[in-house]
T-cell receptor
Framework: SQTIHQWPATLVQPVGSPLSLECTVE??????LYWYRQAAGRGLQLLFY??????ISSEVPQNLSASRPQDRQFILSSKKLLLSDSGFYLC???????????FGQGTRLTVV | AQSVTQLGSHVSVSEGALVLLRCNYS??????LFWYVQYPNQGLQLLLK??????LVKGINGFEAEFKKSETSFHLTKPSAHMSDAAEYFC?????????????FGKGTLLTVNP
């Protein structure tokens, strides 16, 4: 069966420090991958999605970047965190574009 | 382009009462529609989905939703609320077809169930 792993679960980082959040999917191949950010009262904001290795689409200009170095690995990064980067980050995957997405457990990022 | 509007950021019901969470969507192509539930500090879990066929879809935990194309709506209902239904609920839309990769969510509705 397919599973998605996202880590770490919580993270406290100082302003200006780098960030790397990792997400991996098991039990499938060539999934569509997504990074969402959730802020209170704002729902889920799509940050990036990827339909294949090295293919990244950015939805919102921001301080973050994403990479997909392997088929089932999706990484969210920042060179220098801002206070406004705080939030709950969710990784998700879809087996094809026409089905539901499956979510990881999320990472609570607090920038101090 | 696609978007989702969830009417009511917070809905409060009594245990045993009807639950109705509203969702309206906009999509330039025939939509696929989803409802997800989120418990505190957890990821999202799929409740139900509409892709094609029957417009009334049933999901887990006694929830159901009806796709109404003329009203561009996909409201979520449950006849009798249970305390365990207290959570945040998200409606989402995706275009149908293999090239529609974006999954767009509404802002969520927090459901409170009172004893």
């Amino acid at each position: 069966s397919q599973t998605i792993h996202q880590w770490p679960a919580t993270l406290v980082q100082p302003v200006g420090s780098p960030l790397s959040l990792e997400c991996t999917v098991e039990g499938t191949s060539n999934p569509n991958l997504y990074w969402y950010r959730q802020a209170a009262g704002r729902g889920l904001q799509l940050l990036f999605y990827s339909v294949g290795i090295g293919q990244i689409s950015s939805e919102v200009p921001q301080n973050l970047s994403a990479s997909r170095p392997q088929d089932r690995q999706f990484i969210l990064s920042s060179k220098k965190l801002l206070l406004s980067d705080s939030g709950f980050y969710l990784c998700a995957w879809r087996p094809t574009a026409a089905t539901e997405a499956f979510f990881g457990q999320g990472t609570r990022l607090t920038v101090v | 382009a696609q978007s989702v509007t969830q009417l009511g950021s917070h809905v409060s019901v009594s245990e045993g009462a009807l639950v109705l969470l509203r969702c309206n969507y906009s999509s330039s192509v025939p939509p696929y529609l989803f409802w997800y539930v989120q418990y505190p500090n957890q990821g999202l879990q799929l409740l139900l989905k509409y892709t094609t066929g029957a417009t009334l879809v049933k999901g887990i935990n006694g929830f159901e939703a009806e796709f109404k194309k003329s009203e561009t709506s996909f409201h979520l209902t449950k006849p009798s609320a249970h305390m365990s239904d207290a959570a945040e609920y998200f409606c989402a839309v995706s275009g149908s077809g293999g090239s529609n990769y974006k999954l767009t969510f509404g802002k969520g509705t927090l459901l409170t169930v009172n004893p």
